[in-house]
């Protein structure tokens, strides 16, 4: 079957969309959209049941056979359990948008084809054996939110958070690519799963190391990883249904299952394992601690997607720790990586939720500023319901699928410092303590999203619009994700089995070979071991603090404010626009003198050191003719006559001296028996002085730029290096003839074949005719260019007019 | 036909002479510089075909023996690079009958640009040394008559620079050659490579080698030699930059990669590594320009300083990927330089102005345009499967096989500062708040943006369609790592 065109059906897609927009104005397009991922939401489906016996499909296309580049789709379990979530969640968001986008006001067929791009894009992602064909989607993916977030354009907050998005991630992107170049040469293969095969010689290669950082950085930035997260709170200007779509469920996990699908590759390092878990702990703690300062819902929700982001990313980094215990040891390493991948099933249902919640309040209130909501309970009702729900599956309470995942995730943590292999053993204990109060920050945020919103006192008068419940149709996604949650937390092990299971193994082939190898059974209640008291006390704590948080939250402003990550972003930025241009200012001088020195600058210290380099230089006497008298006396006057041009007060001194080196270059001619450039050079000389001499009355006075000392010294050096440069290399080149030359040629063949009696005419009119041709172009275009340069003078006024004519 | 690799070279030649003899009647002009073209882009069609199958096409002129007389040869690089610059002057050229004006066009424009492709194609086909200097010398002065053309007060006060520039570079040109003949004792070529080897290239070639960079190096516009071309292009009218943007500075670097593939490889470890370092210093200072201006002419003007230092990268690593990924490169480059300056003009065209931030909301009233320019520059930023990709990917892996990691992750990084330069454009003109415009007639607009909008498909299909390139590449990579090959082309025998 040739699935691999399933991952274009909504780029096809996507180029009807502007002429049903243009053709069908009485439906919403999002409808004709819908149809989209609901179909291949059901095509996905087919595949479940044998790949969750652990069977996988490959299809693909050539692109470029002959660099064996193609675009391959392999569907295994993680490559499905993605493609199901993009389908999934998309159908769930068109028909969220269809309600939350108005069809008269807002230009939706540029909306949906984005949309569509990135879900091509994504299914790529996810579905791509070929490193090449993954990066092609990966920056696909950069492209469609960079449109997205961009969508309305107009404001500025918008055009920020596109670029700023696209940098970072486009960034990341490249890097990435660099990677996979450097894989492919070390595995000669651009094939993931031909490389898996190879992963343990790959090891010892040198490049090992740097591959695996710099496919990191692909996925640290996607992800939104510390400290690249800063892109992901400005992306929040995108619809709010963009942001429930890339923002949180799909498009920041593709870090995620980059470095899923790698670790079997680089499982084998310490530095994978040190980077991936401690980025992301780091990023699970600064996410969940700077959520509490923001005000803006989807502010909120942005920084707790960073750090669930983070979760998830620290349980991948423990998951490979397996590769080093193997499965016989009853460690908990093994785990991990199912963990990993429940908790981004679950977080997929509460965050989605959560950001459709916030688009509807944002929707019916008129703002998203949790200052001024509250007490929303009472008029909204069913979003606050799907809101606690939601809220409390993300603080890890029972009973909602948050629970389950926490609880694995601590214990994963808790294991990490039984590991005695790259001084975990040591540091160890730091995971854990970090784990903790990172949750107990969740807690927080989790409460202070969904009770500041809806309970305490309603604020009508703060509200741009009378707040009411949102209509049905926008209430059915996030009503479906909120059953979910509570649904999975119920009936874990149908997910486990069907869903999660099969990616593992994709994960962890090293461990195992079939789902069915995996005995992990997902249960609520292990008793009272030492993951439940630290749930409780997140509990007991985390109510604590958010109970008196109206009392230290002010102390976030306490931060100083320039040294954020967000700043040094701004930074670049402003150097590379007002820094760059300040310095190019500097030496972009617009003065070609200015140019001239730095060039002849470059040209005399490269070529005079290469000469020192290479030890070119040479000199021989052997084969010049000796120095005459009169010889010595015209060289004298050639130099007097230059040093005459370059010091003269008058220009017309400076003409005559001119000449008088130009006639003295002559004579040496005549004395070396070249008559025809003799009499050529007189012409020349003839003519350019008494053009100068016409031109001389026009010209304006003498005007000698920057007589400063310095400067003219400066010149003085640049011009002397110049002369003694070209003599050097002259010198050298005329004293190494290594080679006879082929004139000799000429002088055999001159009488016999070209019939002429002057060697220098018949080189120029019959050896190297074609020369002569084009030099006499040359000189018809400069007539050309002359006459144009007299007869047309146009202004830029006349210009201007002239173009509206036509 | 043997001599059929002269035709792109005489046919616009021809059709100038031609063309002088009544500059006054407009549409005679343009009528007959389009069929020039159109017939110079068919001859080097079936050109390139007969390279396809036959080989390297080589002719020395006048019947003398090489490497006495001149010779002229076509191999697959320089057949690729013919046919992309004949393709452009033939779309600039449409572009300029709704653009340049009628003054212009009566004062030998069309001339002036058949001679300057004159010059183009034969420096890209000749095999003689000196005659490379020849043809410099009919592309500079057609040049010199395209950025004086009109005398516009800003246009004169730049060309007299550039023409300082060149007439200097010319002279180091010629003394250069000079040195070489003085140690050599010829001009083709073929027998340069064959000479050098026999004396295993002692430090005066090395030198010599150098200097070549250093000429070769100021027409393409490398570090430290570029600082002549930003204000000097940014003159002229759109349609002149978009040609000197898209073909000048390539023959500087095709003639760099001629020389430092053919005969100065005998010391890679001196030469070849300056010019890396020197392509390398040459993305920086590009870059920083791209980033520095709000000038859209400068923006764009400044990537081609980037591209070139990324081609020459490419070619300083002399493996087969990333000789390659520089053909490739090369090509791509002078595609959609061109579509680029030509689709700036149409912006500028629109918005009178070239400052970005007097411009913006154009995607409203004009949608397709701003697409169109989204692609060209996601494709000039090397995003997949755009014509930029292949090639970069091709340097990169060549750079990382050479074991030069910093420089790939460099050119990686470039691409970086490419896409957020011309990024910008897009930002600042076509999204924000829609600023007054007086919108051109349909006429004129569709004059302007329909050679752009061509331009720019041919270079997604280069992209797209890389596998059919590729035979094509690797002809011309392994003509660039086997100079044999060319040697035997030309002087035959063993």
Same mark, same amino acid.
């Given at each position: 079957m040739s699935f691999v065109y399933f991952i274009f059906i909504p780029m096809l897609a996507a180029l009807v969309i502007p002429f049903l927009y243009k053709k069908v104005r009485g439906i919403h397009t999002g409808w004709f959209v819908l149809a989209v991922p609901v179909i291949l939401f059901s095509l996905y489906t087919t595949f479940l049941s044998k790949v969750k016996n652990g069977e996988s499909f490959t299809s693909s296309f050539e692109w470029i056979p002959s660099l064996n580049i193609s675009v391959t789709s392999y569907i295994d379990g993680l490559s499905l359990l993605f493609s199901l979530l993009i389908t999934g969640i998309g159908s769930l968001v068109v028909l969220y948008s269809i309600f939350y986008l108005d069809k008269t006001r807002e230009q939706l067929h540029n909306f949906y084809v984005y949309l569509l791009l990135f879900m091509t894009a994504m299914l790529g992602v996810v579905q791509s054996d070929h490193m090449i064909s993954l990066y092609f989607f990966w920056e696909l993916t950069s492209i469609s939110s960079f449109l997205l977030i961009g969508y309305w354009y107009k404001r500025d907050r918008s055009r920020f958070g596109a670029l700023k998005s696209m940098m970072i991630t486009v960034f990341g992107g490249l890097m990435m690519l660099g990677g996979f170049v450097l894989l492919s040469i070390m595995g000669d293969t651009y094939s993931i799963r031909e490389l898996i095969a190879s992963a343990p010689e790959l090891g010892n290669h040198e490049w090992f190391v740097w591959s695996l950082i710099l496919i990191l950085l692909g996925a640290f930035t996607k992800s939104a990883q510390f400290p690249f997260y800063i892109w992901l709170p400005d992306a929040m200007e995108a619809p709010t249904p963009v942001s429930a779509y890339l923002h949180s469920a799909t498009m920041v996990k593709a870090g995620l299952y980059l470095v899923a699908r790698f670790t079997p590759i680089f499982a084998s390092s310490e530095w994978w394992i040190w980077l991936v878990t401690g980025i992301g702990l780091l990023t699970l703690f600064w996410g969940s601690f700077f959520a509490l300062k923001q005000t803006d819902l989807k502010g909120i929700l942005a920084f707790s997607t960073v750090s669930q982001l983070g979760l998830i990313m620290s349980l991948l980094g423990a998951g490979a720790i397996s590769f080093h215990t193997g499965i016989e040891e009853d460690s908990i390493f093994k785990y991990a990586a199912f963990a990993a991948i429940f908790h981004l099933v679950n977080h997929a249902t509460f965050k989605g939720s959560l950001f459709m919640i916030a688009g509807i309040v944002d929707h019916e209130t008129g703002t998203r500023d949790i200052r001024k909501l509250g007490g929303l309970m009472s008029m909204m009702p069913i979003s606050f319901t799907i809101a606690l729900i939601g809220s409390f599956s993300m603080a890890g309470l029972p009973p909602f699928n948050g629970f389950l995942s926490k609880e694995m995730f601590l214990t994963g943590m808790l294991s990490i410092q039984d590991f005695n292999l790259f001084a975990f053993d040591t540091w160890g204990i730091l995971f854990p303590i970090i784990a903790w109060i990172a949750s107990v920050f969740t807690f927080i945020y989790s409460f202070y999203f969904v009770f500041r919103t809806f309970t305490g006192k309603h604020k009508p008068d703060l509200l741009p619009k009378q707040a009411h419940e949102a209509p049905i149709g926008m209430l059915i996604s996030p009503a479906i994700l909120g059953s979910l949650v509570v649904a999975i937390f119920f009936i874990p092990n149908v997910i486990g089995d069907v869903l999660v299971k099969p990616a593992v193994v994709a994960i962890q082939p090293y461990l195992y070979d079939v789902p069915e190898d995996i005995h992990i059974h997902i249960k609520a209640w292990h008793g009272p071991n030492i993951e439940l008291w630290m749930t409780i006390g997140i509990v007991l704590l985390g109510y604590l603090l958010y109970a008196t948080l109206s009392k230290w939250q002010p102390l976030y402003n306490k931060f100083p404010q320039g040294f954020t990550l967000n700043r040094l972003y701004d930074t670049m930025m402003f150097l590379s626009e007002v820094g760059t241009n300040r310095l190019t200012r500097f030496y972009m001088t617009g003065f070609i003198r200015s140019y001239l020195v730095y060039m002849f600058t470059g040209i005399v210290l490269l070529t005079i050191s290469t000469v020192f380099i290479k030890e070119a230089f040479d000199i021989s006497f052997a084969t010049l003719a000796p120095i005459r008298f009169y010889e010595l006396i015209i060289a004298l006057v050639l130099i007097a006559g230059t040093l005459t041009i370059l010091l003269a007060k008058s220009r017309l001194t400076s003409i005559i001296a001119l000449g008088a080196v130009g006639y003295s270059v002559a004579l040496f001619f005549v004395i070396f028996n070249a008559p025809d450039l003799a009499l050529t050079q007189l012409v020349i000389e003839t003519v350019s002085v008494a053009l100068f001499l016409l031109a001389f009355y026009h010209l304006p006075k /003498?005007?000698?730029? #920057?007589?400063?000392?310095?400067?003219?010294?400066?010149?003085? %050096?640049?011009?002397?290096?110049?002369?003694?440069?070209? &003599?050097?290399?002259?010198?050298?080149?005329?004293?190494?003839?290594?080679?006879?030359?082929?004139?000799?040629? =000429? #002088?055999? &063949?001159? =009488?016999?074949?070209?019939?002429?009696?002057? !060697?220098?005419?018949? !080189? /120029?009119?019959? =050896?190297?005719?074609?020369?002569? %041709?084009?030099?006499? $172009?040359? /000189?018809? !275009? $400069?007539? %050309?260019? @002359? @006459? $144009?340069? @007299?007869?047309?003078? /146009?202004?830029?006024?006349?210009e201007v007019n002239r173009i509206e004519d036509k | 036909m043997i001599n059929l690799l002269l035709f792109p070279i005489l046919l616009p030649f021809f059709f100038a002479m031609i063309l002088m003899l009544f500059p006054k009647k407009i549409l005679a002009q343009r009528t007959v510089a389009s069929t020039a073209l159109v017939l110079t882009f068919g001859v080097t069609l079936v050109l390139l075909y007969k390279v396809k199958t036959n080989g390297i096409q080589a002719i020395t002129l006048g019947s003398w023996p090489a490497p006495f007389g001149i010779s002229m040869v076509s191999d697959m690089l320089s057949v690729l690079l013919v046919l992309s610059s004949t393709l452009i002057a033939l779309l600039v050229v449409w572009y300029s009958f709704s653009s340049i004006g009628k003054d212009r066009e009566s004062f030998f424009y069309y001339p002036g640009i058949l001679f300057m492709l004159t010059g183009v194609n034969g420096a890209f086909t000749t095999g003689d040394i000196f005659n490379m200097f020849v043809f410099f010398e009919v592309l500079l002065m057609s040049s010199y008559l395209l950025i004086v053309l009109g005398g516009e007060k800003g246009q004169l006060r730049e060309s007299i620079k550039y023409i300082l520039v060149n007439v200097i570079s010319s002279a180091l040109f010629v003394v250069t050659v000079a040195y070489l003949y003085s140690v050599i004792g010829t001009l083709n070529m073929a027998d340069i490579s064959v000479k050098i080897a026999q004396i295993d290239q002692p430090g005066i070639i090395t030198v010599i080698a150098v200097l070549f960079l250093l000429v070769f190096g100021l027409k393409g516009a490398i570090f430290p030699l570029y600082f002549w071309l930003p204000s000097s292009y940014a003159a002229p009218p759109i349609p002149v930059l978009a040609l000197f943007g898209a073909l000048l500075t390539k023959v500087g670097v095709y003639a760099i990669m001629r020389t430092y593939t053919l005969f100065f490889t005998l010391d890679q470890g001196f030469t070849h590594e300056m010019l890396m370092i020197l392509s390398i210093l040459t993305i920086i200072a590009g870059c920083i320009g791209a980033l520095a201006y709000f000038d859209v002419k400068k923006i764009i003007i400044y990537n081609i300083i980037i591209a070139v230092g990324v081609i020459l990268f490419g070619a300083s690593q002399m493996n087969e990927a990333a000789l390659m990924g520089s053909v490739f490169y090369l090509i791509h480059d002078i595609l959609i330089k061109g579509a680029l300056f030509l689709l700036i003009g149409v912006i500028i065209a629109i918005t009178g102005t070239s400052d970005l931030r007097k411009m913006g909301g154009l995607i409203k009233t004009y949608p397709m345009l701003g697409w169109t320019y989204l692609i060209a520059a996601f494709g000039l930023a090397g995003i997949p499967p755009l014509s930029g990709f292949i090639g970069k990917l091709l340097i990169v892996q060549g750079g990382f096989e050479a074991g030069n990691l910093w420089g790939s992750i460099l050119i990686l990084l470039s691409s970086l500062a490419v896409l957020l330069s011309v990024i910008r454009i897009f930002i600042y003109a076509f999204w924000g708040e829609t600023v007054e415009i007086k919108p051109l007639t349909r006429q004129h607009y569709r004059g302007l943006f329909m050679p752009a909008v061509i331009l720019v498909a041919i270079s997604v299909l280069y992209g797209v369609g890389s596998e059919w390139l590729v035979p094509y590449m690797s002809d011309a990579a392994s003509v660039l790592l086997e100079p044999a090959l060319y040697i035997k082309a030309v002087l035959g025998g063993a």
């Open positions: /003498l005007n000698r730029h #920057e007589n400063r000392m310095k400067f003219r010294l400066g010149n003085a %050096l640049v011009a002397i290096g110049v002369g003694v440069t070209v &003599t050097i290399v002259a010198l050298s080149a005329h004293s190494q003839k290594l080679v006879p030359s082929i004139s000799s040629y =000429y #002088e055999k &063949t001159v =009488y016999k074949e070209a019939g002429g009696g002057n !060697i220098v005419n018949v !080189i /120029l009119v019959d =050896y190297r005719g074609f020369d002569t %041709l084009f030099e006499i $172009a040359v /000189l018809a !275009i $400069a007539s %050309l260019g @002359i @006459i $144009a340069l @007299i007869q047309l003078r /146009l202004t830029k006024k006349k | -």
